[in-house]
Structures are given as structure tokens and as C-alpha cells.
T-cell receptor, first 111, second 113 residues
Framework: ETGVTQSPTHLIKTRGQQVTLRCSSQSGHNTVSWYQQALGQGPQFIFQYYREEENGRGNFPPRFSGLQFPNYSSELNVNALELDDSALYLC??????????FGEGSRLTVL | GENVEQHPSTLSVQEGDSAVIKCTYSDSASNYFPWYKQELGKRPQLIIDIRSNVGEKKDQRIAVTLNKTAKHFSLHITETQPEDSAVYFCAASRGGGGFKTIFGAGTRLFVKA
């Protein structure tokens, strides 16, 4: 059984650029949640996907978007990057009533 | 909107002492309360969770208590060890991972040998 994997692990972008982060969920999990974790802060809920549909969204602007694929893997896309988007982006997979299993995260730096 | 407040933000204890971290939540419909431990540079990992149909749960040196009326829940670590040093996050959701899970800001625990 493989755990949650994310790619890339680190990346650097400049303001205004676009970024795509990827997540493979744990085998058997049908729900993927994305979180933004700024340095020294708790994970902030971005959105969640269940069976390829967005199933909940936090207080993030529309330039944060996502997808979930039939194999339950997922992408997070961020357009028009801003300096404040610099953070660790965590993906977590789960079953409906189970715990969240996190990946190691993608650390994004926006210059 | 939903909110989870956590305190203290930093906690320093001597090895062998107990540590207590407290959280409050705002969403009355929350019924699942997990606690995650995040070591430096690593992913958050679940250490214990509690559902609203019980008031207390214990797993070896770790225990959680829940007061639904007051919307409070707490993590208790007894006989702390240096390897307990990490950041601890409380969270709340309406059912589990398949529902929006809101996290607290975290407590950085230092256990001094």
C-alpha cells in the first residue's frame, strides 16, 4: 500500500506565473483535500474533491483551482502567483469518515 | 465561518512532566476532533482522535477530552519525553476526512531533557 505522494517537493516561481502541484492519493481513498501551510501556521483548508467533484472550499480566491482524476489523484493550480502564496502546500487523502493522510508537501517560493 | 482556536502557541516542559493543549471550536455541527503531530520538516500525522459520542479517549501516554457543551477539547500528554517535541495541531470536522477539516494554529511543544 503506497502512501500519499506529492510533486514537486520544492519549486520557485516569480510573481504573476502559474503553478501546478500534483498529488497521488493513498490506495483506496476517494477524497483529496488541499491545504496551505504558511511558516509557523496551521494548515489552511483550500478545497476538497470527492469522486472528481469539488466538495467544499475554504476562503481562497478563484485563482486557486483544482482537479481530481478518475484514479483519485489530484492537481492544485494557482494562477497569477503573489508573494503571499509562498507556503507549504499539503495534500491529504481519506475515506469519508476516516483520518486525513498527508503527503510530504510541495514547498512553493514566489519571488 | 468555522474556526478552531488553540493555545498555548508555545509550551515548554521538563522531561517527565505533563503537557496540556487546549482548543475551542465554533461550528456546533462538528463531531470529529483529531490531533496531529508535525515534526520539523515532516508531514502532519494523526496521533489520536475523538468523536462526539464520547467524552474521553486514552492511548498510552496520550489522552483527549471533549466538552461538547462548552465546545472545548484538550490533549493531555503524560510522562513527556524529548521525542514528544514537535508541533501539535487540533482540528474539527463534521464527520471525518471526507468533510472540511479546520485546523488550529498549532502548539510548539519543547520537552527539555
Amino acid at each position: 500500500e503506497t502512501g500519499v505522494t506529492q510533486s514537486p517537493t520544492h519549486l520557485i516561481k516569480t510573481r504573476g506565473q502559474q503553478v501546478t502541484l500534483r498529488c497521488s492519493s493513498q490506495s483506496g481513498h476517494n477524497t483529496v483535500s488541499w491545504y496551505q501551510q504558511a511558516l509557523g501556521q496551521g494548515p489552511q483548508f483550500i478545497f476538497q474533491y470527492y469522486r472528481e467533484e469539488e466538495n467544499g472550499r475554504g476562503n481562497f480566491p478563484p485563482r486557486f483551482s483544482g482537479l481530481q482524476f478518475p484514479n483519485y489523484s489530484s492537481e492544485l493550480n494557482v494562477n497569477a502567483l503573489e508573494l503571499d502564496d509562498s507556503a507549504l502546500y499539503l495534500c491529504a487523502s481519506s475515506l469519508e469518515y476516516g483520518e486525513l493522510f498527508f503527503g510530504e508537501g510541495s514547498r512553493l517560493t514566489v519571488l | 465561518g468555522e474556526n478552531v482556536e488553540q493555545h498555548p502557541s508555545t509550551l515548554s516542559v521538563q522531561e517527565g512532566d505533563s503537557a496540556v493543549i487546549k482548543c475551542t471550536y465554533s461550528d456546533s455541527a462538528s463531531n470529529y476532533f483529531p490531533w496531529y503531530k508535525q515534526e520539523l520538516g515532516k508531514r502532519p500525522q494523526l496521533i489520536i482522535d475523538i468523536r462526539s459520542n464520547v467524552g474521553e479517549k486514552k492511548d498510552q501516554r496520550i489522552a483527549v477530552t471533549l466538552n461538547k457543551t462548552a465546545k472545548h477539547f484538550s490533549l493531555h500528554i503524560t510522562e513527556t519525553q524529548p521525542e514528544d517535541s514537535a508541533v501539535y495541531f487540533c482540528a474539527a470536522s463534521r464527520g471525518g476526512g471526507g468533510f472540511k477539516t479546520i485546523f488550529g494554529a498549532g502548539t510548539r511543544l519543547f520537552v527539555k531533557a
